[in-house]
């Protein structure tokens, strides 16, 4: 089966650094996705990780362990502007890899407070 | 230009209306998905075309019925909805619908009543 959790609800500074969770079970893991979610609006692409390590963009760094089915996202110098729904979201290949079919986690709610 | 577009922004429609949501990309993406998202839920996949093919089918009710006209533009159409079904539907699209990253339309909130 598949599953994936993060935090439901999460509150930070501005300025600060704030640190996202996600942990994955799925059986054709094949890469795992950040996606930052404005109230009312699409999902916007952050950030992508396939390979052990840290993947650098910005403000905003994605982490991922697969021997530990584990990911997070990093957001450094906060802006209220960063106040969010963001969701991990990881990719299953279980079909022998023909179709590029996303699994989203609930998505963790980021509050920055001034 | 990396933009998903969807048309319309809202709707509202009874349950025994029939109407047509639309999505276009010219992004030269050959995968495009319809996606539903409830409140505070995550989006959950309905419908995945590939090539102008109908690949995945989450066992989405017959309501709900997807076309692909052509490689830029997907239809989702509705009849008889419950209301339960009211929800932000989301449009995405990716390269070839296989590793790529996913982009995302605004989406189309829609009420039924």
């Known amino acids: 089966g598949q599953n994936i959790d993060q935090p439901t609800e999460m509150t930070a500074t501005e300025g600060a650094i704030v640190q996202i969770n996600c942990t994955y079970q799925t059986s054709g893991f094949n890469g795992l996705f950040w996606y930052q979610q404005h109230a009312g609006e699409a999902p916007t692409f952050l950030s992508y990780?396939?390979?052990?390590g840290l993947e650098e963009k910005g403000r905003f760094s994605s982490f991922l362990s697969r021997s530990k089915g584990y990911s997070y996202l990093l957001l450094k110098e906060l802006q209220m502007k960063d106040s969010a729904s963001y969701l991990c979201a990881v990719r299953d290949m279980g079909d022998g890899g023909a179709t590029n079919k996303l699994i989203f986690g609930t998505g963790t709610l980021l509050a920055v407070q001034p | 230009d990396t933009e998903v577009t969807q048309t319309p922004k809202h709707l509202v429609m009874g349950m025994t209306n029939k109407k047509s949501l639309k999505c276009e990309q010219h992004m030269g993406h050959r995968a495009m998905y319809w996606y539903k998202q409830k409140a505070k839920k995550p989006p959950e996949l309905m419908f995945v075309?590939?090539?102008?093919?109908?690949?995945i089918n989450e066992s989405v009710p017959s309501r709900f019925s997807p076309e692909c006209p052509n490689s830029s533009l997907l239809n989702l159409h509705l009849h008889a909805l419950q209301p339960e079904d009211s929800a932000l539907y989301l449009c995405?699209?990716?390269?070839?619908?296989?590793?790529?990253?996913?982009?995302f339309g605004p989406g189309t909130r829609l009420l039924v009543l």
């Open positions: 990780n396939v390979l052990d």
């Open positions: 075309y590939s090539y102008e093919k109908l690949s």
């Open positions: 995405a699209s990716s390269q070839y619908g296989g590793i790529e990253t996913q982009y």
